[in-house]
C-alpha cells in the first residue's frame, strides 16, 4: 500500500460486575451530597398562593349575597320581598329622565303647549257586592306570544257601581292638569239621567287592579264636580296643578239621591278608546 495506516487500539469491555459496581458508584456521587436537602424539600410544607385565597373569598362573598340579597340590596323594597311584584313595583326608585333641563333658557312667558294623556287604570267597584275584584282578564286575548290585555276599558257608573281612574303627570314642564269627560248627545237622552259625581281619592301610587275592589279602594277626599245628565252633549273638565310623574287618582260615581233631586236614573257605561266619544283624558298644559 502507498500510505500506511495507525491501527486503532481497543480496550477490552468490562463484564457485569464491574458495569454493577460502577453505576452504584455513580449513584452514590450524583445523590449522595444533596439527598438531605431533597429530603428536606420533601418535608417542609409549601406556601398556600394568594389567587387560592381570592377565590375561597369571592365564593364565600357569592354565596352570602344569594343567602341574605335584602341585606345587600338598596332599594326600598322590603326585606320579606325578594322579587319585584306589580303590587311593589312602584317602591322601585324612579331616576329623573330630565336632567338639567331646568338650566335651559326659555322664553317668558312660556309658549303654550298641551298634550293628553289616558288612563293608566280603569276599574269598577261595586258597594252591593262590596268584595268582588273586577279584573282586567275578562278582555284578555289569546295569541301566538301569549296573553294580552288590550288597552280598551269599560267605564260603569250606576246607583251601586263607580268607577276607579287613575292618571300619571308625564314630560317636563307640563305641570297643570285638565281632567276632561265627553259623553255624546245620546247621554243627554231618555234613560240618562241624574248627575255624575267626579271625586279625588287619596291615592299617590299605582293600584293594582287584581285586588281592587269597593271595600279596598282608597278613600274620597275632595268633589271636584258634578256633571248633570240629560242635557244633551256633555262637555266637562276641571284644571288642577299636578307634579311630574305624579299619579292622579279619581272616582266616577253616582250622586246620591238627595244630592240629585231623588233621581235614581243615574246610569252612565262606555268602553274607553282613544278615536272616539265617550272618553275620559286628560290634558297637561306648559308651565314654563
Excluded at 281632567?179 to 243627554?188: T, V
Amino acid at each position: 500500500m502507498l500510505f500506511a495506516t495507525r491501527s486503532n487500539q481497543y480496550a477490552p469491555l468490562l463484564d457485569d460486575s464491574q458495569l454493577a459496581h460502577d453505576n452504584r458508584e455513580s449513584s452514590s456521587s450524583d445523590l449522595g451530597p444533596s439527598t438531605p436537602y431533597f429530603d428536606e424539600k420533601k418535608r417542609k410544607p409549601q406556601a398556600i398562593p394568594w389567587t387560592f385565597i381570592v377565590v375561597i373569598l369571592c365564593t364565600l362573598l357569592n354565596v352570602a349575597l344569594s343567602i341574605f340579597p335584602a341585606m345587600f340590596s338598596q332599594t326600598k323594597v322590603s326585606q320579606t320581598d325578594t322579587l319585584v311584584t306589580r303590587q311593589n313595583i312602584h317602591l322601585l326608585r324612579r331616576p329623573n329622565q330630565y336632567i338639567g333641563f331646568d338650566e335651559i333658557p326659555r322664553p317668558s312667558p312660556p309658549v303654550g303647549r298641551q298634550l293628553s294623556t289616558y288612563p293608566t287604570l280603569l276599574s269598577l267597584v261595586d258597594s252591593a257586592s262590596p268584595d268582588t275584584v273586577f279584573e282586567d282578564d275578562f278582555v284578555a286575548q289569546m295569541v301566538h306570544s301569549g296573553t294580552i290585555t288590550p288597552d280598551d276599558r269599560k267605564v260603569r257608573v250606576t246607583p251601586t257601581m263607580s268607577t276607579i281612574v287613575q292618571f300619571r303627570a308625564i314630560d317636563w314642564g307640563m305641570e297643570i292638569c285638565e281632567l276632561h269627560i265627553h259623553l255624546p248627545e245620546s247621554y243627554g237622552q231618555e234613560g240618562h239621567s241624574g248627575s255624575l259625581g267626579v271625586y279625588r281619592i287619596n291615592s299617590t301610587i299605582p293600584l293594582d287592579s287584581s285586588s281592587l275592589s269597593y271595600n279596598t279602594r282608597p278613600p274620597r277626599v275632595v268633589r271636584q264636580g258634578v256633571i248633570p245628565l240629560g242635557n244633551g252633549v256633555v262637555t266637562w273638565h276641571r284644571k288642577f296643578s299636578c307634579a311630574t310623574d305624579e299619579v292622579l287618582s279619581f272616582e266616577l260615581s253616582c250622586l246620591p239621591s238627595e244630592e240629585s233631586g231623588g233621581d235614581h236614573g243615574c246610569f252612565v257605561e262606555w268602553v274607553q278608546i282613544k278615536d272616539a266619544l265617550p272618553a275620559i283624558h286628560m290634558v297637561q298644559h306648559s308651565t314654563i
